[in-house]
T-cell receptor, first 116, second 109 residues
Framework: DTGVSQNPRHKITKRGQNVTFRCDPI?????LYWYRQTLGQGPEFLTY????????KSRLLSDRFSAERPKGSFSTLEIQRTEQGDSAMYLC??????????????FGSGTRLTVV | QKEVEQNSGPLSVPEGAIASLNCTYS??????FFWYRQYSGKSPELIMS????GDKEDGRFTAQLNKASQYVSLLIRDSQPSDSATYLC?????????FGGGTRVLVKP
C-alpha cells in the first residue's frame, strides 16, 4: 500500500479554465475527504464520501466545485471557471470506519493550484 | 469564535528543550483529537491521536487532553532541528476533522 495518492502535484491554469484533480485513497479506507489549505491557515473541509456516497459538502463550497467518487475507490474534484481566489493546496485524505475507536486520517501529498 | 484555536507562533525552542503547544476547542461534544505535523510545502502527517482525558505518550511526544477545560496540548521533548514545522491540532466531529490554524515551531541548534 503506497498511501493516499494525488495527481497532479502542481497545476497552473488561467482564470476561467476548468481543472480536475484526482485522489486515490488507501484501498481499505471507506471514507475519502477533500480539504483546501491556503498559506498560513489550517486545512479547510470541502466535502467527504463514504464509499461512493457524498455525505456532506461545506456550505462555503461554491457551485463551481464538484466532486465524485463513482465506484467508491478514487475520487475527482473539479473546479469550473477558476478564479484567482481558488489558488490553494487541495488535500485529499482517507480513513476507515469499522466500528470502535476512530482512526487517524491519512493525507495525500496534495495538489497545488495556481490560477493566473 | 473559531472551533479550534492555536497560537500561530512562531514558538522558538532551543535544541534539546521541551516544546509545549496548546490548542483549545469550543464544542464540548468533541471526542477525538489529533496532532499533525506539517513541513513547509508538504502535506500534514499524523503524529498523535488522543481520545481520553489524561496523557498519552509516544516516543518524544506527549499529548494531553482536558475535556473539562476544553484544551489539548502537545509536548515535544528533546526538541531537534528536524522538529521545526507547523503543528496542526484537529478535533473530529460530525464525521470530519476541523483544524486549527497551526503553531509554527522553530528549533534552534
Amino acid at each position: 500500500d503506497t498511501g493516499v495518492s494525488q495527481n497532479p502535484r502542481h497545476k497552473i491554469t488561467k482564470r476561467g479554465q476548468n481543472v480536475t484533480f484526482r485522489c486515490d485513497p488507501i484501498s481499505e479506507h471507506n471514507r475519502l475527504y477533500w480539504y483546501r489549505q491556503t498559506l498560513g491557515q489550517g486545512p479547510e473541509f470541502l466535502t467527504y464520501f463514504q464509499n461512493e456516497a457524498q455525505l456532506e459538502k461545506s456550505r462555503l463550497l461554491s457551485d463551481r466545485f464538484s466532486a465524485e467518487r463513482p465506484k467508491g475507490s478514487f475520487s475527482t474534484l473539479e473546479i469550473q471557471r477558476t478564479e484567482q481566489g481558488d489558488s490553494a493546496m487541495y488535500l485529499c485524505a482517507s480513513t476507515s470506519r469499522a466500528g470502535g475507536a476512530p482512526y487517524g486520517y491519512t493525507f495525500g501529498s496534495g495538489t497545488r493550484l495556481t490560477v493566473v | 469564535q473559531k472551533e479550534v484555536e492555536q497560537n500561530s507562533g512562531p514558538l522558538s525552542v532551543p535544541e534539546g528543550a521541551i516544546a509545549s503547544l496548546n490548542c483549545t476547542y469550543s464544542d464540548r461534544g468533541s471526542q477525538s483529537f489529533f496532532w499533525y505535523r506539517q513541513y513547509s510545502g508538504k502535506s500534514p502527517e499524523l503524529i498523535m491521536s488522543i481520545y481520553s482525558n489524561g496523557d498519552k505518550e509516544d516516543g518524544r511526544f506527549t499529548a494531553q487532553l482536558n475535556k473539562a477545560s476544553q484544551y489539548v496540548s502537545l509536548l515535544i521533548r528533546d526538541s531537534q532541528p528536524s522538529d521545526s514545522a507547523t503543528y496542526l491540532c484537529a478535533r473530529e466531529g460530525g464525521n470530519k476533522l476541523t483544524f486549527g490554524g497551526g503553531t509554527r515551531v522553530l528549533v534552534k541548534p
